[in-house]
């Protein structure tokens, strides 16, 4: 069975950078990850994915440019680095995983969760 570790949030300062990982236990034969996010009050959504073998990936507009979510298949390790934090960007951060052929948006259709990691941006 997949399980997801994720670790590296933090507090930092506007302008700043964090990395974010996540290990995954079990490993995935197809399908992909994710980086979702959670800011109070609001519902969870999608931040960036990638298919796990073609490392094909998709980053909403918000954060094009700044953040890159990259996987290592020897470590079995999600990351997710964070340039340019801005105090937007503040929230619970969880990885995600999913075996579909297909990735989406929506987080019902992803199967495995981290227990997530708070990101606090200061201005």
């Known amino acids: 069975q997949v399980q997801l570790i994720e670790s590296g949030g933090g507090l930092v300062q506007a302008g700043d950078s964090l990395r974010l990982s996540c290990v995954v236990s079990?490993?995935?034969?197809?399908?992909?990850m994710a980086w979702f996010r959670q800011r109070p009050g609001k519902e969870r959504e999608l931040v960036t994915h990638?298919?796990?073998?073609?490392?094909?990936?998709y980053y909403i507009d918000d954060v094009k440019g700044r953040f890159t979510i990259s996987r290592d298949m020897g470590e079995n390790t999600l990351h997710l680095q964070m340039d340019n934090l801005k105090p937007e960007d503040t929230a619970k951060y969880y990885c995600a995983a999913s075996s579909a052929r297909y990735l989406t948006r929506r987080p019902d259709d992803w199967t495995y969760w981290g227990q997530g990691t708070q990101v606090t941006v200061s201005s």
């Open positions: 990638i298919y796990w073998y073609s490392a094909s990936t």
């Open positions: 079990g490993r995935m034969s197809y399908g992909g």
